[in-house]
């Protein structure tokens, strides 16, 4: 009896574990073929991985070396696999936007092929990502008490007196110096010193260089952009000036062409012609077009000649103060009484050289330049302005002593500057957007004269996706979308 017992137990055992070997050979052979088919489609993975960060680096270095929103490349060999690269212009946000797409295709175990996509959406960078950004800082310091909320940047020195706050990121060329130190050069790990000089920002890094554009001329080859001229003044005796008023969805504004005489003592003025001859001209903002399309706004360009701007805007516009290829001085600083259109001289536009003269392409504000609805979330996009100088953008003569910009200004050649910061009265200068300058320019007086500032930085710009129409580019491409 216990010799059957046994050899029924052995039996048993035998085919249990006859079974269970097929099982565990089974087992065994499809954990093999997943763990191959993993590392398959982590290759084909990889390799679309690469090949769209090679893309995105070579758009992002291009600035502006050639087109290359039309690309189709490959298929090229590519470590044991092939990839095709793609780029078209996306047309859901903007002619200038970049669909960039990477496919994969791998050979995979028993001759399995295996294919992978990523796709990324690219935007040209924009100066306003920057709450602050200069090419040099001309030597002017950031002190205790002042806060900036938002990046900066400059191609230059950035200067420290005492303990200025930057709440986001600081880069910059060349480096750091303080009041004491000025002009050798300060290493970030030396601060604080002994003198209270400290950099308070999450981040910097030095050696950073993104040039100002050569020039704005782009700006006349946007589809539906409208351009005011004077075409029957052109010499380098006239000055050509668009005074606008922003009135909501409107824009009321009139155009002023005058003779210009210069002498070491200012600048004479005679009134060439008027338009219209008395009264203003209004027209909706959506009447000066829809800039590149898709609902970006409107783009006006001042060409040959400056603009003098004030009011309340509801809706998204750009103006551009265009140089033209000669002009004439506005005023000097010794010529405060002289006339246009019966009124003084709004602003004092010298430039510090002695000289009177200087280009046009300048915008000059005469008062505030605010919205008529502020935005209430990073996606608000009802209202938004640019303002944009080949030269400086300048503080005129000013009703009040306080002043409130809501607007993206750009000054490629000159600065952001209040015109009488050492004689105004002393106020408050209220900006609510985003600040790129050529050179820092001065707003005034601490405790005397000009404005005490109060700088928020609009953060839908820092979105790319949210900006006033056609904004002054980088010439790089920022990854805005990434999708695998």
């Excluded at 070997?21 to 690469?50: C, G, K, M, P």
């Excluded at 130190?181 to 790990?189: E, R």
């Excluded at 004077?230 to 000036?241: F, I, K, L, M, R």
């Amino acid at each position: 009896m216990v010799g059957k017992a046994s050899l029924i137990v052995i039996l048993g055992f035998s085919m249990i574990f006859g079974i269970a070997s097929r099982y565990w050979n089974r087992t065994s052979t499809q954990a093999i073929e997943n763990f191959v088919n993993y590392y398959d489609s982590t290759s084909a993975h990889v390799l679309a991985i690469s090949a769209i960060n090679i893309l995105a680096d070579s758009l992002f270095w291009n600035q502006g070396g050639g087109d290359m929103t039309h690309l189709d490349i490959g298929p090229l060999s590519f470590q044991g696999g092939t990839v095709r690269m793609t780029t078209k212009p996306d047309t859901i946000d903007g002619e200038f936007d970049v669909l960039a797409t990477a496919v994969s295709q791998y050979a995979g175990f028993r001759g399995h092929t295996i294919y992978d996509t990523v796709q990324i959406l690219m935007k040209p960078g924009r100066f306003n990502e920057w709450a602050y950004f200069t090419d040099k800082d001309s030597a002017i310091y950031w002190t205790t008490g002042e806060t900036l909320d938002g990046r900066y940047h400059t191609n230059g020195t950035l200067y420290l007196y005492g303990a200025p706050t930057f709440t986001d990121n600081v880069s910059t060329g060349v480096g750091l110096t303080t009041k004491q130190k000025a002009p050798a050069l300060v290493s970030p790990n030396s601060l604080p010193d002994a003198y209270g000089n400290r950099l308070t920002a999450p981040g910097y890094q030095n050696g950073v260089l993104i040039p100002m554009p050569n020039s704005l001329a782009n700006y006349n080859s946007i589809p539906n952009v409208t351009i005011l001229k004077d075409s029957s003044h052109t010499g380098s005796g006239y000055a050509y000036d668009v005074y606008m008023t922003l009135s909501g969805t409107d824009v009321s504004y009139y155009t002023v062409t005058s003779s210009v005489s210069t002498s070491w003592s200012g600048a004479t003025y005679t009134q060439v012609s008027r338009v219209p001859a008395t009264g203003t001209t209004t027209v909706p903002i959506s009447s000066f077009g829809d800039a590149g399309g898709n609902g970006l706004g409107s783009v006006v360009v001042i060409q040959n000649g400056d603009l003098h701007v004030s009011g309340q805007i509801d809706g998204k516009l750009t103006l551009v103060a265009q140089q033209g290829t000669s002009g004439q001085a506005r005023v000097s600083s010794s010529s405060y009484g002289s006339k246009i259109e019966g009124q003084s001289v709004d602003v004092d536009m010298t430039y510090g050289n002695g000289s009177s003269n200087h280009n046009n392409g300048n915008v000059i504000i005469n008062g505030d330049v605010t919205y008529a609805n502020m935005p209430t979330d990073l996606s608000d996009d009802r209202n938004l302005l640019g303002l944009v100088a080949d030269n400086s953008i300048a503080v005129g003569k000013l009703a009040s002593a306080n002043l409130t910009i809501d607007a993206s200004l750009f000054a490629r050649q000159g600065k952001f500057f209040n015109s009488r910061y050492q004689s105004a009265a002393y106020g408050t200068l209220t900006l609510f957007g985003s600040m790129a300058q050529k050179t820092r320019g001065a707003v005034g007086l601490v405790g005397s004269n000009g404005f005490v500032k109060n700088y928020s930085y609009d953060k839908r710009f820092e979105r790319t996706m949210t900006s006033p129409p056609m904004s002054p580019s980088t010439g790089s491409y920022n990854v805005v979308y990434w999708r695998e």
